[in-house]
């Protein structure tokens, strides 16, 4: 059984940087703590928006920890924001809980004859 590999091991992906890069376009993208390359040296401080430089930055080295460790994005899903449409869905439903066509096709009680 191979040996998982060690934080000092650690590179990310030249394809999820590309992503994470891309997003950072649409949103912003922060370090919330700092980033460190696995010999120590501090390479994003916590707290800065990062871009395109940084992400370029970040592909040359390896990295102390997986990156997804260590940013945020601006509008990340949790499970509050996706429990926040399922609670409203179920208090106020979209569509009726018997379909309206068959109800009102429905003969009623003094429609039927032997």
Known sequence: ???EPSAADYTESPYYLQAVAALARRQAVTAHQDIY???????VAKGTALGEE????LARHKLAEPLDNMLISERAIDAASLSRPARSS????????WPTAAVTRWPS???WRR
């Open 54 to 57: 940084q992400f370029q930055r």
């Open 109 to 111: 009680s003094t429609t």
């Open 90 to 97: 179920t208090t106020t439903p979209s569509t009726p809980a």
């Open 1 to 3: 059984m191979p040996a």
């Open 37 to 43: 390359c696995d010999s120590g040296m501090k390479l």
